[in-house]
Nanobody, 115 residues
Framework: QVRLVESGGGLVQPGGSLRLSCAAA????????MAWYRQAPGHERELIAL???????NIADSVKGRFTISRDNPKNTVYLQMNSLRPEDTAVYFC?????????WGQGTQVIVSS
């Protein structure tokens, strides 16, 4: 059974940092492209960071320079380091795994940026 389990969300003040983790099980992690999406209330889900199986990364302009994506293949885990958080970063953050026609989602973790 495939599982993607996100953790690390929570309440943080503007300017603060959080690191999200997504632990994968049931897949050959190293061949999957891994990504982080987020969805704010009333908005569509958006791709914010991607790391391909080979390590190439892409970061959305909205978070570029503040967020970093990384992966640890031996630990089957992908991370999202979020710095200089803003209220507009408030959203549910989802982990995504994709390999050819196979795609899986985590259940999401809530991030709230507020003073």
């Amino acid at each position: 059974q495939v599982r993607l389990v996100e953790s690390g969300g929570g309440l943080v003040q503007p300017g603060g940092s959080l690191r999200l983790s997504c632990a994968a099980a049931g897949i050959i992690f190293r061949v999957y492209d891994m990504a982080w999406y987020r969805q704010a209330p009333g908005h569509e889900r958006e791709l914010i960071a991607l790391i391909k199986s080979g390590g190439t990364t892409n970061i959305a302009d909205s978070v570029k320079g503040r967020f970093t994506i990384s992966r640890d293949n031996p630990k089957n885990t992908v991370y999202l380091q979020m710095n200089s958080l803003r209220p507009e970063d408030t959203a549910v953050y989802f982990c995504n795994a994709r390999f050819m026609a196979r795609e899986y989602w985590g259940q999401g973790t809530q991030v709230i940026v507020s003073s």
